[in-house]
């Protein structure tokens, strides 16, 4: 199925994006903001994770002197204090909710609409961290006094964490989009998914620090867009690297921005061809 | 008996519904198959770093990853899909069509669901429960095996328990969808002894979420460290929590004016 969505005007073609994407988000965190007890189940399970892996690191860095890899008790604290706030900003229009959207009809009337979902996706959940990023902030403060962080960034990394996080949330919405689009081919991509998320997540510096894997499993990183969605972010703010790699970092964060939308839309449009309307 | 025979009734309604979808054995394998492997290299990892975590050495370890995959199996199995459809179904207004049948209304929330290609999940973990013991230096008895096969209920009780508590919650807060994301991600706690964690986490994984006598316990039995003061009162445990679970269920009942009809 061909759709041909109408097209804002050209003339005040950025101004009404300008104008979509903060109406849109106002409205994200109006919405979400009615549900705050559900907001904090959903971050108490997700401060779990990163939880667990602390508390078993920092016990083995005790076990063995103090630290592993230079990672103290205090850095690691530091380290899944920050992932928890990356994690946040990570949080975006999942690839196995394409399922949903396509078998429940939403599709069929988003392509009504006068831009691509992707606006639509971007925008709510741009929106949604301004309301996750203000409930984390109690989070952070109880762990911090819980775990005793080892942080203290220069202006710099400060700067560079807050256009990483951006970034990071922008490479993971296109790439979870494109492996969500698997679902116009088949409706059995959960195992697929899967595999994406554990290669993530071994990829990604979101189970362990990659300076705790092996070489081979940190060279390989370097050339998949994971790492600059959570290890790159982390590390600016937690670790001491040098402005020249935090440039470099945030350069290829755009990069794989540009490779990821490049493959969203080479994925949008060969699976839009495919799409026959259920509903909606 | 009437709430065995209903309970059998659905079990063999859901299992005939499930084999319709064959292919979702195969996806199941390989969505299993990626956990163990996840879980795996973490432990690799752990223990590439350490020769023992608060005691417990790899092949032990492994054991308790293998409890865990496999309560996990019968939670996803048996317990989360009856608690999901419990939640939609207050949120939509057809919790109605439920609790105007004449049988237990807890009964029939709790068994009209199963998903039963998570038995592979059930399989995978008791493979990894194998394999670790075989590397374990003693040798498993028939006291370890039934205090393992007891803890293992127990556990299992204490989680649909647990699961049934916050899922009630949704008489008062509709969206109740987030426990899911709550409870997968404070039992990812269970992948290490309970020990492991500071005193506030553990008695929190212990009664809060009762995640500890569910996989720790169990694993324990197994490898012969559990004192049977622990196994009774997780036992305790079990039946106040079940009692309360009851009660509750019946409170938030009585607070439901339904949403429908």
Request: aromatic share 14%; with cysteine; proline share 4%.
């Amino acid at each position: 199925m061909s759709v041909d969505t109408a097209r804002l005007p050209e003339a005040n073609r950025w101004r009404s994006l300008f104008d979509f994407y903060t109406t849109a988000m106002r409205t994200a965190i109006v919405a979400q903001l009615q549900y705050r007890v559900a907001q904090y189940f959903y971050m108490i399970g997700m401060v779990a994770e990163p939880v667990v892996y602390l508390v078993v690191w920092s016990s083995i860095a005790r076990s063995q002197g103090g630290s592993i890899e230079g990672y103290t008790a205090g850095t690691f604290a530091a380290y899944y204090i920050v992932w928890t706030l990356v994690r946040n900003m990570n949080i975006v229009f999942g690839a196995p909710f394409w399922e949903h959207r396509i078998r429940e009809g939403q599709l069929a009337g988003d392509l009504l609409k006068p831009m691509t979902v992707l606006h639509y996706d971007l925008a709510f959940f741009a929106g949604w961290k301004f309301v996750v990023v203000a409930m984390w902030i109690p989070i952070a403060i109880g762990l911090s006094l819980v775990f005793h962080p080892t942080l203290d960034p220069t202006a710099l990394e400060i700067g560079v964490f807050i256009c990483a996080i951006w970034g990071a949330y922008l490479i993971r919405t296109m790439f979870q989009g494109i492996v969500g689009m698997l679902n116009f081919w088949t409706t059995r991509g959960a195992a697929v998914f899967d595999l994406y998320m554990a290669i993530e997540m071994l990829l990604s510096g979101r189970l362990v620090p990659l300076q705790l894997m092996p070489d081979w499993v940190q060279t390989l990183a370097n050339f998949l867009p994971f790492k600059w969605t959570f290890g790159f972010p982390i590390e600016s703010l937690v670790g001491d690297m040098s402005p020249q790699s935090l440039l470099l970092g945030l350069g290829a964060q755009v990069l794989w921005i540009g490779i990821g939308l490049a493959g969203y839309r080479l994925a949008w449009n060969a699976a839009i061809k495919r799409f026959t309307a259920v509903g909606g | 008996m009437n709430a065995i025979r209903v309970a059998w009734l659905y079990f063999k309604i859901g299992v005939l519904n499930e084999l319709q979808y064959r292919v979702n054995f195969f996806v199941q394998l390989l969505q299993s198959a990626i956990q163990i492997g996840t879980g795996l290299v973490m432990l690799s990892l752990v223990y590439s770093h350490t020769d023992e975590l608060h005691g417990w050495e790899q092949p032990e370890l492994l054991s308790l990853l293998g409890v865990q995959v496999l309560l996990g199996g019968v939670i996803h199995a048996f317990i989360q899909p009856n608690m999901e459809r419990l939640m939609q179904d207050v949120q939509e207004g057809t919790l109605d069509y439920a609790l105007t049948k004449p049988a237990d209304s807890q009964v029939l929330v709790s068994v009209r669901m199963i998903r039963i290609w998570q038995v592979v999940e059930i399989v995978s973990g008791v493979i990894l429960l194998l394999v670790g013991l075989s590397g374990v230096d003693a040798s498993v008895g028939l006291t370890d095996t039934i205090a393992f096969g007891c803890a293992l209920v127990i556990g299992a009780v204490l989680v649909y328990c647990f699961w049934l508590i916050m899922t009630t919650g949704a008489f008062w807060i509709v969206r109740m969808e987030h426990v899911l994301e709550l409870f997968e991600g404070i039992y990812r706690t269970g992948q290490w002894p309970v020990g492991v964690y500071p005193g506030w986490l553990r008695y929190s994984v212990t009664f809060l979420v009762p995640v500890a006598f569910a996989v720790t316990v169990p694993a324990q039995a197994v490898t012969s460290r559990l004192q049977w003061q622990t196994l009774a009162l997780s036992f305790v445990f079990g039946c106040v929590l079940f009692l309360f679970a009851r009660w509750f269920w019946r409170f938030g009942l009585r607070h439901y004016s339904g949403a429908s009809a």
